[in-house]
């Protein structure tokens, strides 16, 4: 039995139901073209077709959930990060463009040679994936604690074909202790949310991404801390380590490099906020 509304039928009543959010007609036809799964060039030439009912209830439950502050990116599945478009569950953060500062510093610093890469809590796959497309020659490894997360990863490397990306479970660099590997660059986007921000994050945020993947501790630092007092270790003289930080940090941050430490330096993001601290292994 058919629906007697058609895609657009559909397409307004998303946007009417939605109509609170700042995106709602975005937003309506992403889910709706999730729920019908049509390209948008499909809906556009045909947008009077007669929807199913099968994906009528698709659309609402979709809508339903979004209203409840279910991220967008979760309910359709997909993120597009460096301009790739990237699996993500609600087992992984969901890619931000202001991490592509971090891959911007790599790529500037990269000699573009057979260079070695190491992404600390690869969540997605993201960081590790867009260097790998940017990087051919590199020798990627990606490690993360959570195995939902690294199956995500995997997905997302098989998926794009970058087969020089390996991943690993571990706990920081624990898979690589006693195994003398040193690598050219060190990269994270690790938690770095204290306990008193928890509360004032968005409901989208605290409600929905992986807690764990957000939240350092007290201070906000703690996770920072160990991978700046463990990262030399497993950087190679001259290797280069490169992570994200949050709103408010950069002199705590900048505080922690002792005198193995170089050229450490700052790059901001498009808000015009520190984002993103390089430090030389001297």
Same mark, same amino acid.
């Given at each position: ?28 036809? #992403? ?17 009077? $077709? ?35 478009? @990237?699996?993500?569950? =609600? ?11 971090? #891959?911007?510093? #790599? ?28 990087? =051919? &020659? ?32 571990? $706990? ?9 590997? &040193? @690598? ?12 008193? %921000?928890? +509360?004032?994050?968005?409901? %989208?945020?605290? +409600?929905?991404?992986? &807690? ?5 501790? %007290?201070?906000?630092? %703690? ?50 906020? =520190? &984002? ?7």
């Amino acid at each position: 039995m058919e629906s007697n509304k058609t895609l657009a039928d559909l397409y307004r009543s998303g946007i009417a139901l939605l109509q609170d959010r700042p995106q709602a007609i975005l937003e309506a036809k #992403v889910l709706l073209l999730r729920a019908a799964a049509l390209t948008e060039e499909r809906y556009l030439a045909a947008p009077d $077709n007669p929807c199913s009912p099968k994906a009528e209830a698709y659309f609402h439950r979709l809508v339903d959930k979004r209203l409840g502050g279910v991220p967008l990116s979760y309910l359709t599945g997909v993120k597009e990060f460096w301009s790739i478009p @990237f699996e993500v569950t =609600p087992s992984v953060l969901v890619p931000r463009p202001e991490t592509e500062v971090l #891959v911007e510093k #790599v790529l500037e610093l990269s000699t573009r040679e057979s260079e070695s890469i190491l992404d600390v809590g690869t969540g997605s796959g993201c960081i590790a994936v867009a260097l790998a497309k940017e990087l =051919p &020659r590199a020798h990627i490894q990606a490690v993360d604690i959570s195995e939902r997360a690294l199956r995500v990863a995997r997905r997302n490397a098989s998926i794009h074909k970058t087969r020089h990306v390996q991943f690993h479970k571990s $706990n920081l660099f624990s898979a690589f202790r006693g195994t003398g590997m &040193r @690598f050219d660059f060190i990269v994270s986007n690790p938690p770095y949310i204290s306990s008193a %921000e928890w +509360d004032g994050l968005s409901p %989208e945020v605290r +409600d929905f991404e992986p &807690r764990r993947a957000l939240l350092a501790g %007290e201070s906000g630092l %703690e996770m920072i801390e160990r991978l700046v007092r463990r990262a030399g270790t497993y950087l190679r003289s001259g290797g280069y380590l490169i992570f994200e930080i949050g709103d408010g940090q950069r002199d705590r941050v900048l505080s922690l490099f002792g005198k193995r430490w170089t050229e450490i330096e700052t790059a901001w993001d498009m808000a015009g906020k =520190p &984002r993103v601290i390089t430090a030389r292994r001297a």
